[in-house]
């Protein structure tokens, strides 16, 4: 098959304390990546983060994602470089808009989304490679920040986004892009177009969330997907039915992230739906792998 990454979510829904252990169990399966969730009121993004490269040996393990109205663009990277000095090679770092009503209801919410992102992103990368940062923005503010321990091997710094303007803003600023839950093929070819419009190389990395029920039984796996995909399809203001899912037994949910491979993906990372996840992944990497 195409050469993808696998790599899995820890739920946010999911208890912190079961963190540590289920990424022990994930690693031992074999898979790629860990990526953690920064959502308003369920779990911070970065102490996560920390608590799963601690936890394991191998696992590279990403941010999805960090809001940059919610950080300050000097603490934020602080703490990655922290982390990325301590476990250089395992940390991706995921930063996006936030959901914009999470945002106002902190009162965090900014003039320009767009310009925000732009000058993060912009300030952190510049920060974690050792650089003075000297900015007045339209949004970020920095006068002579520079860190005292700077990363060595700096982490990627990808932009969590789904809009064209933003694609673009991707393709001109990260490292590389993460799309949501929700998004097959076709979505897949036309985010690697718009963040190519906006200026991504070849190094430009294309990381696709989806939601996945692996279950000889395809009436379980709908009804453990239902409620998400129905969640995102308002989300994403589109039909249900076009929500893409990687789902069913476990070939042919193989056969599904084969496709986002094959449209561009560069990592798959799977938010597992239903009871036994681990055991669901580790029969969908079982067909993965041609076993």
């Known amino acids: ?49 920390a608590v799963a490269l601690a936890a394991t040996e191998r696992l590279r393990v990403g941010i999805g994602i960090t809001p940059a109205p919610l950080r300050s663009p000097a603490l934020l990277a602080m703490e990655l470089a922290t982390l990325a000095r301590v476990f250089p090679g395992r940390l991706v770092a995921g930063i996006g808009h936030g959901v914009r009503e999470w945002m106002a209801s902190v009162g965090v919410a900014p003039r320009s989304p ?18 003075r940062v000297d900015l007045e923005g339209r949004e970020v503010h920095l006068a002579g920040v520079r860190l005292v321990h700077p990363c060595e091997q700096p982490p990627p710094v990808v932009a969590g986004v789904v809009r064209p303007r933003s694609l673009e803003l991707s393709g001109r600023v990260a490292d590389g892009t993460v799309i949501a839950e929700g998004h097959g093929p076709r979505d897949v070819a036309n985010a690697r177009a718009l963040t190519g419009r906006g200026g991504a190389g070849a190094g430009h990395t294309l990381t696709v969330l989806g939601f996945c029920g692996v279950d000889d039984d395809p009436e379980r796996v709908a009804k453990a997907l239902r409620p998400l995909a129905e969640g995102q399809a308002a989300w994403l203001g589109r039909p249900v039915e076009e929500v893409f899912t990687l789902s069913g037994r476990a070939e042919e949910a193989a056969g599904r992230v084969r496709e986002l491979a094959a449209a561009g993906a560069d990592t798959v990372v799977l938010r597992m739906a239903g009871t036994e996840p681990v055991r669901q992944l580790g029969a969908l990497l079982h067909c993965l792998r041609g076993q």
């Open 114 to 131: 767009l310009a925000l992102l732009e000058e993060t992103i912009g300030s952190v990368r510049a920060l974690l490679r050792g650089e």
């Open 1 to 49: 098959m195409t050469t993808v990454r696998i790599g899995v979510m820890y739920d946010r829904d999911w208890a912190p304390e079961g963190l540590p252990g289920f990424a022990r169990e994930v690693e031992a399966l074999g898979v790629d990546d860990l990526w953690v969730v920064e959502d308003l009121g369920w779990n911070g993004g970065v102490s996560a983060a």
